[in-house]
């Protein structure tokens, strides 16, 4: 296993200050070294590295740009299902000059000075890997969420962005939504008095992110798929038999290969919370779960995040919920929203914010009446188009996006703070200046590395 020194995170002055720019404009400028390269009305050239699943996202939002090159291990998930759907498949044939690939190493060994930026729509265990060799290569970078597995590869991956000078951008699309927006606007102002604690929740039961592995989680027993290149598709993690519960939709609920429901949802229902009162990292998070099964994760998840105080704002507890368990109900008559969400404490009030912060709303709904004419000004800017769009634009502007690496790095540490107390079962106190838990060396592996990764990836 290779281990690398943690990346030094910014100090906490520093975190408040990018948030305060952010707060100010959420896509303001700065030079870039790729900026300057693309002209202002040109279409960026881009690859796709996953064309399935969030890649549709990808591909339909960015059709106005040129699609030059598609990389994707399973083609019939990636090509014959993207044509067969009937939203994608319009985007896709806008671009039937561009050249298809398994492998993404082969991709940039052939046509690296073809492509100006490039999305990456692929299961976790493979963010650091293919995140480093974008970065590399001096192209913009789109990267889904949760950035990446552990602290550790968040880190440097951060590291690596800031290096290569490019223009990033995390894929919690709630940071270019109107919610997320009122939510800082509706804080600032005051409406809630001092926020002391935030719940948050994914209501998601059962599915890919707890699974039942059975006394043999590496049985073997079935052939892979001809259209799956499934020695590409294991990538970094150790060669293990093909199994199908393991591949494409179910990887989430393998530590080896995804980060469970948190890693899925933290970086959606908490985000709110972070930009809107500023929270900076946790200096502590506890677990209490269902049993944890080998190689998996629980079927129930809570958490218990703690906040320091910033200036004259309160500490803040933040409560996470998930697997079928809601928060308490803040005010009768409240409906919890499927998906998930987050609801906001304050000493003067209450605020709910919607699922991926897609909207805000004070409570009860008798205070949001009252309100609704002598709300805050919208003092943040407003996007059109979605993260996507806003990430191409700020290509050609030489900007920073809402999400980029050194704004969303902190946010995904938060997740994946949480995915390290869920593998260790135990409450973790962290120094994120020295990217250490400073009471269990033992939970200190499941920050970073905590990986074996195979050769010939890069990392």
């Not at 490019?166 to 102002?189: D, F």
């Not at 899925?264 to 502590?284: E, F, T």
């Not at 919208?378 to 806003?390: A, F, M, Q, S």
Request: aromatic share 8%; net charge positive; glycine share 10%.
């Amino acid at each position: 296993m290779k281990t690398r020194p943690l990346a030094a995170p910014a100090s906490r002055r520093e975190f408040l200050q990018t948030t305060a720019l952010a707060a100010g404009s959420l896509l303001f400028t700065r030079a870039t070294s790729r900026a300057a390269d693309t002209p202002a009305n040109s279409r960026l050239q881009i690859a796709l590295i996953g064309v399935g699943g969030r890649g549709k996202s990808a591909l339909t939002a960015l059709q106005g740009e040129q699609i030059v090159a598609f990389c994707d291990v399973d083609h019939v998930r990636g090509r014959e299902q993207v044509a067969a759907d009937k939203v994608s498949s319009g985007a896709l044939a806008r671009f039937p000059d561009a050249r298809w690939f398994h492998d993404y190493r082969v991709m940039f060994e052939q046509m690296a000075d073809q492509i100006d930026a490039v999305v990456v729509s692929v299961p976790d265990f493979m963010h650091y890997a293919i995140g480093l060799a974008v970065l590399r290569q001096r192209k913009h970078l789109y990267m889904e969420k949760p950035l990446c597995r552990c602290i550790t590869e968040v880190r440097a991956l951060r590291a690596a962005a800031a290096e290569a000078g490019v223009v990033t951008q995390m894929g919690n699309q709630g940071r270019a939504a109107e919610g997320i927006r009122l939510a800082r606007e509706w804080v600032q102002a005051g409406l809630l008095g001092r926020v002391h604690t935030v719940h948050a929740w994914n209501h998601t039961v059962g599915g890919s992110y707890s699974l039942d592995l059975g006394p043999d989680p590496e049985a073997a027993g079935e052939a892979p798929p001809p259209s799956l290149r499934y020695d590409l598709w294991q990538g970094v993690t150790p060669e293990r038999a093909y199994r199908k519960i393991r591949s494409h939709a179910s990887w989430r609920g393998y530590s080896d290969y995804g980060t469970g429901c948190l890693g899925d949802w933290a970086c959606h229902q908490l985000d709110a919370a972070v930009y809107a009162l500023d929270l900076g990292a946790p200096l502590s998070v506890e677990p209490a779960t269902t049993p944890l099964p080998p190689g998996t994760f629980p079927t129930t998840n809570t958490l218990h995040y703690a906040f320091a105080a910033r200036g004259e704002q309160p500490p803040v507890s933040v409560r996470w919920f998930d697997g079928g368990i809601l928060p308490p109900l803040p005010v009768e008559g409240f409906k919890f929203n499927d998906a998930g969400g987050s609801i906001f404490y304050g000493d003067k009030g209450i605020m709910a914010v919607g699922s991926h912060s897609s909207s805000a709303r004070l409570l009860p709904d008798a205070r949001m009446a009252e309100l609704r004419s002598a709300l805050p000004p919208k003092t943040i800017p407003r996007l059109v188009g979605g993260p996507h769009v806003e990430w191409v634009n700020a290509i050609r502007a030489g900007a920073r996006c809402g999400s980029d690496f050194a704004i969303a790095a902190p946010l995904a540490e938060i997740a994946l703070l949480g995915v390290a107390a869920i593998r260790a079962q135990t409450r973790l106190e962290w120094d994120a200046t020295a990217g250490r838990v400073t009471n269990s060396a033992s939970a200190q592996r499941f920050i970073g590395p905590g990986y074996d990764y195979r050769p010939g990836w890069g990392v």
